[in-house]
């Protein structure tokens, strides 16, 4: 058995309500194989275990580890080649990335997260390239670099069977090109070589592989979006998710494109079509939700399915503002997701949580902007009910797993820091990751005093550098080449695409958000 102490200068266990948190000064907590057994004061549960080893050195806030609830890559677009773009001009020039080493990369972003003090990821694994046993072999990739350097990951698969670059069908796409784009397009949804059956089988191989045997790994689905998904496909995914019993993840209305493509698609909303296919309840998460309407809202409250904000994303790809105030308002679980990268271009949970603090500050005096209690909410219970963890983690409480982070009070706190300050507050407003002084995930320290215990940082980062100094292939110079003709096409193919009468964000018309 493996068990320790972890000591605090206050343990936030959770939080309460929109304005409480449960705090206990100089807390401490008991974990035995990474399940939290004890919580009480340090004075007290080192007097009843005097013998076991001490984590922390009592100047620590201690709190939840955090998830990042929606998470694709290692190196981020910018590092790839993809300045920000609008979100559907920017699908086009993320076809620059090169050949990556799959376990390498996703070290690259498990540290940053890691060392801001997340303990979960959702990975939502976009695209890769191959027949079903290339794809399976690359997954199993992603999910081992995870286990190597200790945290926990929901991983999904992204379903795409049709429309993988615009809003219309490849074949269609591909004919409306001049006769020189034609084979380089075709020659790129070919790469992608995953049938539906493939899909589904390889959600099978890897959930019979990972899910039940691994305490720190669990396989979910992920319908890519409703553009990317045919009525065959939401069908199959509702019913596998239902014979499983795991979650799902679908961004859904990340632009106002979307919105628009699912009127011409079914004459009504996003939300009211999946909700055709059973796909809407607590085991279903949207991914953006930046153009729901009133009623999709009051549709997804009554469903109790789940909402993951994607804060940075939304302003860098230009899809919009969510409204986190309404959904809030309405008692919808949310999470926050850093998708490809948050606002400083890199995966800083800590700066997300505070984007997700600031973006929605409203004039006015009422009750309805965040509060440091609910992004405390979103960044750990919140986004652990979108994981297939579930109520298994987010919480420090015994029966749960023990996942947190310590965060060295004096920097948030000197040289002076009124008294009166609640301390919450304190820790969202000014806590930076260098005063992140470890992440304890399933019991065990993963990352302490700037260093990873189970992989060598310096050496990975190495090796990802050196893999990438190899010369361009010549499929990676083909696809520089197709992403550069290809905008002006793209750009032309949604010009005029909605009208903006039709489709304004319903949140510049209200004061609620
Ligand atoms: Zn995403």
Redesign the pocket.
């Known amino acids: 058995m493996s068990a320790s102490l972890i000591r605090s200068r206050a343990l936030v266990t959770h939080a309460i309500d929109r304005h409480h948190w449960n705090e206990i000064a100089n807390g401490a907590l008991v974990q035995e194989d990474g399940i939290i057994t004890e919580i009480g004061t340090y004075a007290e549960l080192s007097r009843k275990h005097p013998h076991l080893p001490v984590i922390g050195s009592g100047n620590d806030i201690v709190m939840p580890g955090f998830v990042n609830g ?1 998470h ?1 890559v290692g190196l981020t677009p910018v590092q790839l080649g993809s300045p920000d773009m609008p979100l559907e001009l920017w699908f086009v020039t993320r076809m620059v990335s090169r050949n990556l080493n799959f376990y390498l990369d996703t070290l690259y972003s498990a540290f940053e997260m890691i060392g801001s003090g997340v303990t979960t990821v959702q990975h ?1 694994h ?1 695209w890769l390239p191959g027949n079903l046993a290339q794809v399976d072999s690359g997954a199993d990739e992603i999910v081992r670099a995870y286990e190597d350097v200790g945290m926990r990951v929901s991983y999904s698969f992204a379903v795409r069977d049709q429309n993988r670059l615009v809003y219309q069908k490849d074949e269609d796409f591909v004919a409306s090109l001049p006769a020189e784009l034609r084979g380089p397009m075709q020659r790129w949804f070919e790469r992608f070589q995953l049938s539906l059956d493939d899909y589904i089988a390889l959600f099978e191989s890897l959930h019979g592989r990972h899910h039940h045997n691994k305490r720190r790994v669990k396989i979910q689905l992920a319908p890519a979006n409703l553009h990317w998904c045919s009525d065959a496909a939401l069908g199959r995914l509702s019913d596998t998710s239902t014979k499983y019993d795991v979650p799902l993840h679908m ?1 859904l209305l990340e632009t106002a494109y979307q919105k628009e493509y699912a009127r011409r698609r079914g004459g009504c909303t996003a939300v009211e079509y999946i909700d055709k296919f059973g796909l809407l309840g607590p085991q279903m998460t949207l ?2 939700g930046v153009w729901l309407s009133e009623s999709d809202i009051g549709r997804l409250a009554e469903t109790g399915t789940c909402v993951c904000h ?1 804060c940075s ?1 939304n302003f860098r790809l230009r899809s919009g503002i969510a409204a986190l105030n309404v959904l809030e308002a309405n008692g919808i679980n949310t999470a926050i ?1 850093m ?2 990268a948050g606002i400083n271009d890199d995966r800083d949970m800590l700066q997300e949580m505070r984007m997700v603090l600031r973006a929605h500050r409203v004039p006015g005096m009422d009750d309805d902007v965040p509060t440091a209690a609910q992004v405390l909410r979103m960044a750990t219970s919140g986004g652990a009910k979108t994981t297939a963890f579930g109520d298994t983690i987010g919480a420090l409480e015994v029966g749960r797993a023990a996942d947190m982070v310590l965060i060295d009070w004096e920097q948030i706190s000197f040289p002076y820091l009124d008294a009166e300050m609640p301390l919450l507050d304190a820790v969202l407003q000014r806590a930076k990751t260098s005063g992140v002084r470890a992440t304890i995930c399933d019991g065990e320290v993963i990352y302490a005093d700037g260093k990873f215990t189970k992989i060598d940082r310096g050496a990975a980062l190495q090796a990802l550098h050196l893999d990438l100094q190899r010369a361009l292939s010549d499929d990676e110079v083909e696809r520089r080449r197709l992403s550069k003709a290809l905008l002006p096409h793209v750009k032309e193919f949604y010009a005029g695409y909605f009208d903006p009468q039709q489709h304004q964000p319903f949140y510049r018309q209200s004061s609620r958000i």
């Open positions: 929606h694709h939502l976009g961004h991914g953006h994607n994303s997701g998708d490809e």
